[in-house]
Each structure stands twice: as structure tokens, then as C-alpha cells.
């Protein structure tokens, strides 16, 4: 659109394709040819700015392979003391390790003091889950993986889900995302690359980061503080039928006693696999008022 003090004076410009040398007809352009084309607007006596115009292969990385994230939820509470077990044996893996989950701290109302950064969705999540025991762990919404210790949380069975997501779940979607902050709303636009046709369903929430507890002198990361979605999922509508890109907003209010710069949203994606069960797929994590890429195997 070309405009002039305000009004679209489009249909009286005349517009010039200035890397071709063509002009534009009804204001309207398109190419096959990748690569970045600059376009000019002379309106009355006026010349504007070159514009320039970047064509790209939307369909360029669509077979590559997505790097595989995995969603770790945690059901805790503030002075669980086999939280903090699990949560070293956490701490304890390499970094290229750590990297591959997306984590969601649920925390609850228990213990002494009460732990104060619960919030409804982690409650209900709980109940329908049936968590009766802390530390429990959910990966991928798959399994609960209850306790510390042997044949429960442990350095290697946390290991163990990467290659287990990986081989048995590969991952047949990305996500991509941009945030935004207006005021006290923060907002994200999220992209999903399916590869595959299916049922999927998308899944939002909201995280803060570097909590610091005056009474514990803790500091807690990850915890939920607002869902945008049903945690497991809103129904991807219509059903996938071939490798396409679609779009997701997702918007959430930034409470008072909140820091915004320390917020991230969680976006992840479940596949219906061929147990019938949802299983989350891929994800992102991306700050408020930031951007997060595709991410794939190097």
C-alpha cells in the first residue's frame, strides 16, 4: 500500500519493480525466483524510499529434522525436600542434556510455610493426574515418574528419556514464535511446522523465572503461573492431512507481583500416536517480548 499524509493514494501511484526495472501492475507482484527486490512509489511530484522485498522457499527446511525437545513437568512445592534431591540430579547432567526440556514447575499450595506460587491450572492438572507423591514427574505427558532414587527420578532416568523421546516419538513438528508485551499483556504468535499428517493439539502456558523466596532464601525457576490452553491440549482443528505451517496466538496477563522480563512462554505440541494416546511431539520456549527460530539437528 502506498500512502501520502495518511490517505492510500495506492491505485494513483505508480509503483517500479527497481531491481527489474518493471513496473508493478495494480499494485500487485509475484516471483518464483528466490532473493531480496527493491520497489519504488512515485506518487504526484513525490518519490518514496526503495522498499525492499525479501522472497524466500517457505518449503526450503520442511524435510530437515527437528531438534528433539522434551516437556518435563514437574507436581513440587516449596520446601519439598526430595524436590531439591530430584531437582540436583537435574542440575547434574551436562548442558547438552539440560538443553533438550522444556520444563513446567506445577507448584502446589503445601507445606510450611505454604508454598505461594500455585495457581489454579497446576491444582487441577494435579487432581486429574492423580498425584498423590512429591517429587512426581511427567515427560511428555507419557508417563508419571514418581519419588527419587532407583526405578524412580535419578541423573539416568532423566537421561533416558532424550534417546526414549527421540527413537520412539521422533519429532514431526517445529515451533517457531514471537512475544510481544503491551502493557501488562503479553502476547506470542506461534508457528507450527507439521511434517506429517494427524491429530495433533497445541498447549500454552506461562513461566517465570528467578524467583526468589524471602523466607527460603530460594530461588525457584519455571514455575506455572498461567495457562492459555487446556495443559493437555487444545485440538489442532481441522486435522493435519499434509506438511503445512499454521499459526497460533496465545495472550496472557502479567500479574503484579510478577517481573515480565523474567517470564517465557511454553508452547508444545501433542501428535496422536498409534496407541491412541497424545503424546507431546516438539515445543519452544520463548521469553516474553522475545523470538525463538526452528530449531533442528545440527
Not at 531491481?19 to 509475484?30: F, I, L, S, Y
Not at 492459555?228 to 481441522?238: F, I, K, L, R, Y
Not at 519452544?284 to 527460530?293: K, M, P
Request: charged fraction near 20%.
Amino acid at each position: 500500500m502506498v500512502t501520502y499524509d495518511g490517505e492510500d493514494v495506492t491505485s494513483q501511484a505508480a509503483i517500479t519493480n527497481v531491481t527489474t526495472g518493471e513496473p508493478v501492475e495494480n499494485a500487485a507482484w509475484t516471483t518464483t525466483e528466490i532473493g531480496e527486490y527493491k520497489f519504488q512509489a512515485v506518487y504526484d511530484s513525490y518519490t518514496s524510499d526503495p522498499v525492499t522485498v525479501s522472497a524466500i522457499d517457505k518449503n526450503k527446511d520442511k524435510d530437515k529434522e527437528f531438534y528433539r525437545y522434551v516437556l518435563l513437568l514437574k507436581f513440587t512445592y516449596m520446601t519439598c525436600g526430595n524436590c531439591v534431591t530430584a531437582q540436583g540430579y537435574f542440575d547434574a547432567l551436562d548442558e547438552a542434556d539440560r538443553d533438550h526440556f522444556l520444563v513446567v514447575a506445577a507448584h502446589q499450595p503445601e507445606g510450611m510455610p505454604m508454598d505461594p506460587y500455585w495457581c489454579s491450572e497446576g491444582i487441577s492438572l494435579k487432581s486429574k493426574m492423580k498425584v498423590g507423591v512429591y517429587p512426581t514427574w511427567s515427560y511428555n505427558f507419557e508417563d508419571l515418574v514418581v519419588g527419587i532414587g532407583a526405578g524412580a527420578i535419578s541423573k539416568t532416568s532423566i537421561r533416558q528419556q532424550i534417546s526414549h523421546a527421540e527413537k520412539t516419538y521422533p519429532a514431526v513438528c517445529g515451533v517457531k514464535a514471537t512475544s510481544t508485551l503491551e502493557g501488562s499483556t503479553a502476547k506470542i504468535e506461534a508457528t507450527v511446522q507439521f511434517q506429517q499428517a494427524g491429530n495433533y493439539k497445541i498447549a500454552c502456558v506461562l513461566v517465570e523465572n528467578n524467583i526468589e523466596n524471602k523466607e527460603t532464601y530460594n530461588t525457584f525457576n519455571h514455575v506455572l503461573r498461567a495457562a492459555q490452553t487446556d495443559m493437555e491440549g487444545d485440538a489442532v482443528t481441522p486435522a493435519v492431512t499434509a506438511p503445512e505451517e499454521r499459526t497460533f496466538n496465545f495472550e496472557a496477563t502479567i500479574g503484579e507481583d510478577w517481573n515480565a522480563e523474567n517470564c517465557a512462554f511454553v508452547v508444545y505440541v501433542f501428535k496422536e500416536e498409534a496407541n491412541g494416546k497424545y503424546i507431546v511431539n516438539n515445543g519452544a520456549e520463548c521469553t516474553v517480548d522475545g523470538s525463538v527460530d526452528y530449531r533442528y539437528e545440527l
